[in-house]
């Protein structure tokens, strides 16, 4: 953990990713595995100018370093705030719900973008500690059925290790770094 107690560490220094732990609880398990999944993409993200967050690596794709942090902001919001939280609020990128809208990062900064995951994931994290247990459920709208705070950390974990796969990607077509 850095100084600020975050698994994801912060911008101004090297984010220690802190790997799950190999005899906890189900739950605990979960929480360190997304943990470890969201501090991959920061560290993907390390050393990188604003610039560099928004090339896109894969033309006409829009994709970029800096969009998939902003498509992460939507999906954190989305499963624990507006999901399991039940809390009115709409996409931070896009007022018509626009999921893909996030990726367009032409004019953002890393400062904006991190920022804003950064709120988000402390957010989905203080959701997740007050739920009572991962049986919790939910009305997810999108698919007009209740789903449990276990699939939401699930269907997370799944989402970050996509993601994290593209961000492999995009990371060695920026600089040729690998296995960071």
Known sequence: MDTAGSPCGSLSGMTERIGPPLTAGERETL???????????????????????????????????????????????????????????GLVYSPSMDYQAAYDASSATREE??????????RSREIELAAESLDVTA??????????????????????????GHADFLREALDGVTGV
């Open 113 to 122: 973008a991190f920022a804003l995951w950064e709120a988000e994931v402390a």
């Open 31 to 89: 929480r360190a595995f997304l943990d470890f999944h969201r501090a991959t993409l920061a560290v993907k993200c390390e050393g990188l100018s604003d610039e560099d967050l928004r090339k896109q690596a894969s033309p006409p794709s829009t994709l970029s370093l800096l969009g998939l942090v902003r498509h992460l902001t939507e999906v954190e919001r989305t499963w624990f705030r507006m999901v399991i939280d039940g809390e009115d609020v």
């Open 139 to 164: 009305y997810n709208a999108r698919w007009e059925e209740e789903v449990s705070l276990r699939l939401v950390m699930h269907h997370m974990i799944h989402e970050y290790a996509r993601h994290n």
